[in-house]
């Protein structure tokens, strides 16, 4: 039985085709993929030989032609080591032109000195072997042994040249054969070396393309070194757009905030699961849960930061219709409580109504009953309102926003309206700040800062404490109330369940809501010594 074959795109096909040219155009023209370091030490290695070399050829060679040649064959080295310093230096990697270019460069100075110090018989010849490790190293295993069958090839005709001596001498060949053996040996440990090392880092690169989640690479300046497929998918670029750009400009945030990469490399310290949103190369807006891991070198200091990253954008859009879902279920079990509610006040309306409809009453009777008409009808409000606080779902208007200014705002509000209260604030300019919507955040404030000062009958100290812990800021209410009953606790944040005598109970079920909104918590607590706390935990930004 056949089975059919589908039958490849051609887009696909052509990036197929594309990628097995890039394979072949490597495989030719190979560029080194090892510690930087490496390239350092190698452009130092250079830069002492050549000074080695000068210095040996103005003893060993007499003529001043020779001499001059061999100078501005120097002089030629130095430049293209100097280019190779300041190529390295500007973007942490060399081309692989240009690692040809010098490793052919090195060949002709090594050779050039061989040729005119004596040939074969040279004290300079052992150079070659620094060259072919060279080569091997940097470039590959073939380039490895092409170098050094070139360096053989070098070193016979040398010595077939006229003054090196009868070539049939038994130690003439013997040396023949043991610089050949170090030629290619040395070609092979420096080429396999290479091998070895390419084999990890693509193994490596498999591994991480094969995965879902984005993984950036990026030094401890922010610049980025590499980037696995799915992080160029969800960021709407390719790796050559990535590669060497700084991490900022990468990981664009989409609500004018720090990079949080750039937070972690500044401060110190890494996000876990942190929700940030950015806007793609496309410019699409998408929320990423972001990651970081600082890798250390050997001294402890942060060498590499690695930056895994995953589009959270369809979960947000899920969560968001399920909380919608779950906000309109909870609507519609609290309508049968909403109606329970509205009726007590409704019912006292209408008796006070039906009272005055009875015929003509005294002025005192009829003050009474329009009192209690009045007083039914704001409570009823309070619950029509309340519930309509808690049922809409308001557009968020995200701005950076300092709860310890909030409290302080809170602390001339309520002073001075009551002055039998105290409010105490415990906040520090520089921590605190949290991205939300102001309204909403007041309002919470508002309610708890009331409820608290309600249950401490307006007089008494409420102290209102502002701390960071990691990446969370952390809001206290601390009040000299009697405390909620540890059977209440869990309760306190349902929708119309209260304690007060007049009480609506919607206040802490709004506070909730918008805790939630804004990706916290909240909760009750004992005060230690009596009285309430209200905690509240909110995600924290920084700010420069």
Known sequence: MKHAVPEQPPDSARAVRGQGARTMLSSLYPSYDGPVSMLWFTGVARIALLV???????????????????????????????????????????????????????????????????????????LLVIVILEAGVLMGLVQGFMF?????????????????????????????????????????????????????????????DNMSSGFLFADQRGRVLGANRAACTILDCSQEEVVGRHVESVLVSASGTECPVVTALRERRDYTSYEFPIRSAGGAIRLIGLTTNRLFDRKGQSSTVIVSFSDLTEVARMRQELQHQDRMAVIGELSAELAHEIRNPVTSIRGAMEELRKGPVSGLIAERLAAIAVRESDHLNEIVTGFLDFARNP????????LGGLALEMKRLFEGR???????????????????????????????VQNAAEAMDFRGNLAVSVRRTGATAVVRFDDEGPGVPPDKVARIFEPFYTGKERGVGMGLAICSRIVTAHNGAIQAAARPGGGASMIVRLPAVNLE
């Open 52 to 126: 080695l070399m000068v210095g040996g050829t103005r003893q060993m060679v007499a003529e001043p032609v020779v001499h001059t040649i061999l100078i501005a064959t120097y002089a030629v080295a130095l430049v293209c080591g100097t280019w190779y310093f300041a190529t390295l230096w500007r973007g942490h990697k060399v081309s692989a032109a240009l690692t040809w270019t010098q490793v052919f460069v090195d060949f002709s100075v090594v050779a050039m000195t061989i040729n005119f110090t004596g040939g074969q018989a040279s004290y300079f010849t052992s």
């Open 148 to 208: 050094a069958t070139v360096s053989g090839v070098f070193v016979s005709i040398a010595a077939l040249s006229p003054g090196q001596g009868p070539p049939d001498q038994l130690a003439h060949w013997y040396n023949m054969l043991v610089q050949f053996i170090a030629f290619f040996f040395t070609a092979f440990i420096s080429g396999y070396w290479n091998l070895r090392l390419g084999w990890m880092k693509q193994f490596q690169r498999e591994i991480l």
């Open 418 to 448: 009551h002055p039998g209260l105290a409010i105490a604030v415990d906040a520090d300019d520089n921590e605190g700040f949290v991205q939300g919507d102001p309204t909403q955040l007041r309002q919470l404030y508002l309610n708890l």
């Open 395 to 402: 557009e968020m208007k995200r701005q950076n926003v300092s």
